[in-house]
């Protein structure tokens, strides 16, 4: 690469009338690509203080490949996302995803890619030459009144002076530099957390920085990739598609493989054998593996199985971050996305999703109108909301979080069915008794299996014992999945575990559940006592085609 410099006359005359020589360009890209990899190698956990995710860990150690989605493709084919993200010939290009996808995790550590091998020799090492600037778009808002230029300074005030602790004058000289040789990668993300307010005036720094012919920063000649989720892009594409990007990729869901890697990634996490196996079987049995194929959903869920807790505060912690994931807890300065108080969302949400379960929409799709007129019956008891605020309050749930989705022009769905049976769950905990009866008398209806099970799991000891017994006598099987998940006594364990029958084989499934994921001790070697009964007993030594001697 230096001597293709030395034989650029203009550029040479450039860099000198800059009063930077060649070397110095490699040092500076060296320097840069050390600060980059400190700054966007490393995931930071939103709460510190909290046991669901490390303080701190490498993308290195928990990132996977992630793939686009081929739109027009009948068979839904899947493209590796680096390779799209390389492919120069797609010029300008928009990364759209759901909430949690991973946006902003695959353009940090597709930069973390392109600088490796630079951070040492400040020569290209990665998978192209480009130098990628990570510029997040809600920060961009401080620099106006004026967007004209505006991009162009955060990359050069922001990223490079006070971020890289270059001089002013070689930062300029740098970015300079790097446009100037057509290797300035400009990753633009999170469109969808700008705020309304300030909309117009970053699109307006986008299109300035794209079209941007000045001798002195020709921005135009930068690539640029931009971030946001799908559902907000919708209405924007026809400002951002092709005025500034040529191309739109799409994220897919992770696939099967895809999960397996990541949790062979995060093996050494978990405390004991086999658990990333353990936590998968657990996954599937939970009816939630679709809603782990979201790679903020499995880093959390993950961190909750190594650091063991409850599946209610499991759910309750996810639902919370992604209601609140836009209030950028770490930026007081930086103007949030959401406007609404997190706990009056959640509020709304555990009422409702209570509501649908018991009326006539159950667990599938409501309308639109229904949500918003559900909203405006509980506002009094609402504490910040205003009554003129009911539509925007109902469309930052929808918008942000993810949690609930489009399923046509007027029908919506809980983004998955899981959800809203843990928060109707939920909202029947606080009901008391009238919860509990409620539960006891759907509880041989198929369709409320679920919800019984996590509102079992919520229970205290007191309350799990009288719902356990008499649960039992209405369906034994149903009892004994709550008995696995249930701060339940040994007197009321022992009043399930006696009445599945000595010799039904088919209790066998029911008594390992117990014995494996019971949350006392005292409770789970109380069901291994019984299967060993069991095992010694069978005739045959047989158990459904299972050996005993190798269960």
Known sequence: MVDWLRNQPALQIILGALGIKLPQARDLERRYAQWFIRKWGRLENPYPSDTILPVTEHLDSTFIPLSFRSSSSPD????????????????????????????????????????????????????????????????????????????????????????????????????RHALLEDRALVMLDGLDEVTEEFYTPVRDAVYAFVSGHTPALPTHRARIIVSCRQENFLPLRDEWVPGVAETVCTLAPLRDADIVAYLDLRRAEFRTPGGPERFLEAVVASGTLELHRLPLIIAMSVGMFAHPRSTATLFQRMIIELL????????????????????????????????????????????????????????????????????????????????????????????????????????????????????????????????????????????????????????LNLATRCLAVADASDESARVVLDALGQDDPAHVESLVNVATTAPRESVRQMAVGRLEYRLRTLRGGVIHGVSASTT
Do not use: C
Request: aromatic share 10%; net charge negative.
């Open 324 to 475: 609140d994931r836009h209030s950028f807890r770490f930026g007081p300065t930086t103007p949030s996305a959401n406007r609404f108080n997190p706990t009056e969302k959640y509020r709304l949400l555990l009422e409702f999703a209570l509501y649908t379960a018991v009326s006539g929409f159950g667990f599938h799709e409501f309308t639109h109108t229904e949500l918003l007129d559900f909203a405006t019956r509980l506002r009094p008891r609402l504490e910040t909301v205003r009554r003129e605020e009911i539509a925007a309050f109902v469309a930052e749930i929808i918008d942000r979080s993810g949690l609930i989705v489009a399923t046509s022009d007027t029908g919506y769905i809980f983004a998955h069915r899981s959800i809203q049976e843990y928060l109707a769950s939920e909202e029947l905990v606080r009901a008391g008794a009238d919860g509990a009866r409620t539960l006891l008398e759907r509880a041989t209806d198929p369709e409320w299996r679920q919800v019984i099970v996590y509102y079992a799991a919520q229970l205290d000891m007191p309350r799990a014992d009288g719902f356990l017994q008499a649960l039992h006598a209405l369906d």
């Open 76 to 175: 839904e084919e899947q493209h590796p996302a680096t390779a799209v993200l390389g492919d120069r010939s797609r010029g300008n290009q928009i990364v759209l995803g759901a909430p949690g996808s991973g946006k902003s995790i695959l353009l940090r550590a597709y930069g973390v890619g392109l600088l490796k091998g630079r951070a040492s020799t400040g020569s290209p090492g990665g998978r192209t030459d480009e130098i990628p600037f990570f510029v997040q778009l809600r920060k961009l808002a401080q620099r106006f009144p004026d967007p004209d230029g505006a991009l162009a300074n955060d990359i050069i005030d922001e990223i490079l002076v006070s971020g890289a602790e270059i001089t002013r004058t070689a930062a300029e000289a740098f970015f």
